[in-house]
C-alpha cells in the first residue's frame, strides 16, 4: 500500500475539518494510506503576500522538517500546493537550501491530481447521485501556479450524472486572495460581485471549487446578496456522489 502526508491548510482545519476528512477518505478508497502529522502549520502563503519574505522561510523550513523523507505531501487546496510546490523555490534561490527545498516541492500534490495524474482513478461507474448541473470556480493559484485544474475538471467530467457548466468568466479572480481580502475592500466587493453575476448566468444547481478560502469569500457574499444557490467543497461533493461521506 503506497502513503502520503496528508497536509490539511489553515482554513481547512478551522474551518472544512469535514473536507478534511472526506478528502482523506477519499485517498484511502483508492487504496492509500494517509498520514496526518500533528505539528503541521501553515504552508506560508499570508506571510509570503504580505512581504514578511523571512518568516516565510522559517515556516517553510517547519514544513520540510515536519514532511520529511520521500512520501508524496497531498493538501485541498491548489493554494497551498502552488505555494509549497513553486514559491518556496523563489524564497530560497541561492541560498543553501535551494536543494532540500526542490526535493520537498517534487512531492508536493494537490488532492485531484493526485488522483488522477497519479492514481489515474477512476469514477465514471461510481456516480449514485442524481442528475445535477454544476458550475466550477477556479481559485487562482491551482488554476495559474499550481495548475491543478484540468485534473480536477477529469474527476468531474466523469462523473456519469454530472453536467458542468462552465463559467464564462472563469479565470477572473474572486476578490479573497487571502490577506487581499481584508486589505482591498471594496475590490473584493467589487471583484466576488463580478464572479457572482456570471455564476447566476449559468443556472445551475450548485457552485463547487476546490478552494476553502473562495468558497467562504463567494457564498458570504451570496448570502448577503439574499442569493440562495448551494455552494460545496469539490472533495465533499466527490466523496458523497460515490457515497463514502
Not at 509549497?84 to 500534490?109: A, C, H, N, T
Amino acid at each position: 500500500m503506497s502513503k502520503v502526508y496528508f497536509f490539511a491548510t489553515c482554513v481547512g482545519s478551522a474551518v472544512y475539518a469535514d473536507t478534511c476528512v472526506n478528502a482523506i477518505k477519499l485517498l484511502q478508497d483508492a487504496g492509500v494510506e494517509v498520514i496526518f502529522k500533528k505539528d503541521q502549520t501553515c504552508c506560508g502563503q499570508p506571510s509570503f503576500n504580505s512581504g514578511y519574505y523571512e518568516e516565510s522561510r522559517k515556516i517553510a523550513l517547519h514544513n520540510i522538517k515536519v514532511f520529511e523523507g520521500d512520501y508524496p505531501i497531498v493538501t485541498i487546496s491548489g493554494s497551498c500546493a502552488g505555494v509549497m510546490r513553486k514559491d518556496y523555490e523563489e524564497l530560497f534561490e541561492g541560498r543553501p537550501e535551494i536543494d532540500e527545498v526542490r526535493k520537498f516541492q517534487s512531492r508536493m500534490y494537490e488532492l485531484s491530481e493526485y488522483l488522477d495524474s497519479v492514481l489515474q482513478v477512476k469514477y465514471d461507474t461510481r456516480d449514485m447521485g442524481e442528475k445535477i448541473k454544476v458550475t466550477w470556480h477556479s481559485n487562482c493559484h491551482a488554476l495559474r501556479v499550481a495548475k491543478c485544474i484540468p485534473s480536477a475538471k477529469n474527476i468531474l467530467r466523469s462523473l456519469s450524472n454530472v453536467e458542468l457548466i462552465e463559467l464564462e468568466r472563469e479565470e477572473e479572480c474572486c476578490g479573497f486572495g487571502g490577506t487581499f481580502a481584508v486589505k482591498e475592500p471594496e475590490l473584493n466587493e467589487a471583484l466576488v460581485t463580478n464572479k457572482i453575476a456570471d455564476i447566476k448566468s449559468r443556472d445551475v444547481d450548485i457552485l463547487l471549487a476546490a478552494d476553502a478560502g473562495c468558497l467562504l469569500n463567494i457564498s458570504g457574499a451570496m448570502k448577503k446578496q439574499g442569493y440562495e444557490l448551494p455552494t460545496m467543497h469539490f472533495y465533499d461533493f466527490l466523496a458523497k456522489r460515490i457515497q463514502i461521506a
